[in-house]
């Protein structure tokens, strides 16, 4: 391209028209051409004074080449603004190479522990746009095959981490608004992004979801009453006035939520998780009393009916004024259950719906702040109902928002404590969980020095560790290890598929454990090869090799932790990432071997 710039360009030359003689805009059409790439485009504006012109850093060229390359960033920018494009792009790629370093620098960093949230500090003082340093993760995710994994897990774990920081930013500052300007609907969607920091969960598009309902039930309302003043456009703004005007709006919603969308309560699966995150509540149409009662204030609110929320003990409620506003007497009002359906209640009414009876008090509105409180205390409990040994991520993420509302609360500090101290990460921010509780209330002196101690005494330990443990084959004391890792197997007695990723030459484990387990029923008892494999339902066992088989049709094993010890998947087998075969550096050719002896026939 360089030299047909630089040939004949003036019609005196004999050589036809040049490059340089064509049109600014069919110079840029040509130059935008997504077959050239930015080193083209360097190139071409080194050739003469004309091309330097048609590339120049805050032209439609440079634009392009950044539009091309990395499509999802042009929304950070104003068409108003004017943006060197070049520097654009040499920051952006920057960025790429540093969170290619970061990511490729973590499995090192962090594979014999949980990453810390301290293991982050290095990105937090990246000098580039965070924007930036989140689309190159999501490269790294979106990464097509089996290849990789490693980076993809690793990289999940920092853009969970990235995201969930900006919520919680989104969120105290959602807390410090006035009352009045505290959505409720915006705060049950902060909860659900916190917690599901890589779902495409955002305000404006769960908003409209809840405006086509509302729109559904303007239909349904127009047929029965054309000129309610909840058809007016912006009838959110105004209160509709008259208690049967109300009642009309409420049966409205009851008829497209109940009878034409099929919202209903989720008594059969009622601790699931997702019955809680709103974006959930509107895909699966069900959820508990508290997320659908969001949802109906929500649609009522936009309707100019002024529902409030009740802090009900055992069933969230909603409450609609029938006598003066503000009324403090309890029979003024009637409650609704959006879990039942809307259906309306009486004071006596909703005792019989949990079975006795409670003071006036349950019975007050309750403020943003508080129902938020709620949400996150379920979130808790079901966190404490679910969590496994081997992430605890939904108690960990409640705790963090729970603590974000209350920071003092020493009961949530404490149990976060322990989480951290039993998970064995981060023990410098245990002791200053810690040492925060003690300041908050001495009394809790006891457990408090009983965690410290320990803490540091990990610490310690932490200092000596001497690096990783290396298990060599050609050892006589595993001679009697028949699989390696890598290996898709299947359990003989219970059926499951798991990878191996580590293995010893006999039981590990403690007495409880092998008394627990049964180990001695077994024709080898413990003094076996037992191995460390992931299993395809998401947990970790710790497997007798005479319950071990391999597997005639091995497919890969959708495990969160994969990537933590594998690189690839070859469709046969995984192979071990840099960190596992340091460990065991003599399996990667057995496994290779084992493979091709096995499968190279199609069968066992």
């Given at each position: 391209m360089a030299a047909e710039a630089a040939g004949p360009a003036g019609p005196g030359s004999g050589g036809g028209t040049g490059l340089t003689d064509l049109p600014g805009e069919l110079l840029e059409l040509i130059l935008c051409c997504d077959v050239l790439g930015a080193a083209d485009i360097g190139r071409v504006s080194c050739t003469c004074r004309r091309l330097r012109e048609a590339c120049q850093p805050r032209g439609k060229v440079w634009r392009e080449r950044f539009r091309l390359r990395w499509p999802s960033l042009l929304k950070y920018y104003s068409h108003s603004d004017s943006v060197s494009w070049l520097e654009e792009y040499k920051a952006r790629h920057n960025a790429g190479l540093e969170a290619q370093r970061i990511v490729a620098s973590f499995s090192k960093r962090f594979f014999s522990e949980h990453v810390p949230c301290d293991g982050f500090s290095d990105i937090e003082t990246l000098g580039c746009p965070s924007h930036f340093f989140e689309d190159e993760l999501m490269c790294i995710l979106n990464m097509e095959g089996r290849k990789g994994l490693t980076w993809k897990y690793y990289a999940k774990k920092i853009l969970y981490f990235l995201r969930q920081q900006n919520i919680l930013k989104n969120l105290k500052e959602y807390l410090q608004r006035p009352t009045e300007r505290q959505s409720f609907l915006e705060g049950a969607v902060l909860i659900?992004?916190?917690?599901?920091?890589?779902?495409?969960?955002?305000?404006?598009?769960?908003?409209?979801?809840?405006?086509?309902?509302?729109?559904?039930?303007?239909?349904?309302?127009?047929?029965?009453?054309?000129?309610?003043?909840?058809?007016?456009?912006?009838?959110?703004?105004?209160?509709?006035?008259?208690?049967?005007?109300?009642?009309?709006?409420?049966?409205?919603?009851?008829?497209?939520l109940y009878e034409q969308l099929k919202y209903k309560g989720n008594e059969l699966d009622y601790y699931n998780s997702l019955n809680s995150y709103i974006h959930q509540v509107l895909i699966r149409r069900t959820g508990i009393p508290i997320s659908l009662s969001v949802l109906y204030l929500t649609i009522a609110r936009q309707l100019g009916v002024k529902l409030e929320p009740v802090n009900f003990p055992s069933h969230f409620l909603l409450r609609w004024c029938q006598g003066k506003e503000g009324s403090t007497d309890i029979f003024d009002y009637t409650y609704i259950d959006a879990f039942g359906k809307g259906k309306q209640l009486t004071v006596k009414e909703c005792e019989y719906l949990i079975g006795h009876h409670v003071t006036e008090e349950f019975y007050g509105v309750v403020t943003s702040k508080e129902v938020l409180q709620r949400m996150v205390g379920n979130l808790l409990n079901l966190g404490k109902r679910e969590s496994t040994d081997q992430s605890y991520q939904l108690l960990r993420d409640s705790l963090d928002l729970y603590l974000a509302m209350y920071p003092d609360n020493v009961q949530h500090l404490m149990l976060q404590a322990r989480l951290y101290f039993h998970l064995g990460i981060w023990p410098e921010k245990v002791l200053d969980i810690l040492q925060h509780i003690q300041a908050l209330d001495p009394s809790q002196h006891g457990a408090v020095g009983y965690l410290v101690q320990h803490t540091l005494e990990h610490i310690e330990r932490r200092k000596e560790e001497l690096g990783p443990e290396v298990k060599h084959r050609s050892d006589e004391k595993h001679k009697e290890v028949c699989f390696s890792i890598g290996l898709i197997m299947k359990h003989k007695r219970y059926g499951y598929n798991c990878v191996i990723y580590g293995w010893d030459p006999a039981c590990m484990m403690g007495h409880e454990w092998i008394r627990n387990m049964n180990v001695h029923s077994l024709p080898h008892g413990p003094h076996q090869p037992f191995y460390n494999v992931l299993v395809e339902d998401g947990s970790c066992r710790y497997a007798a090799q005479e319950n071990l088989e391999y597997n005639s049709e091995p497919r890969e094993i959708p495990h969160p932790d994969i990537g933590r010890y594998f690189s690839e998947f070859t469709g046969l087998h995984y192979l071990a990432n840099t960190e596992l075969e340091i460990r065991y550096p003599e399996d990667l050719e057995l496994t290779r071997a084992t493979v091709q002896k096995i499968y190279s026939s199609g069968k066992e």
């Open positions: 659900d992004q916190y917690c599901n920091p890589l779902s495409d969960i955002c305000l404006k598009s769960v908003q409209a979801q809840v405006d086509d309902i509302t729109d559904k039930v303007r239909k349904v309302l127009r047929t029965k009453n054309p000129r309610h003043p909840s058809l007016a456009s912006k009838a959110g703004e105004v209160l509709v006035p008259e208690v049967e005007l109300q009642r009309q709006v409420l049966d409205a919603m009851n008829c497209v």
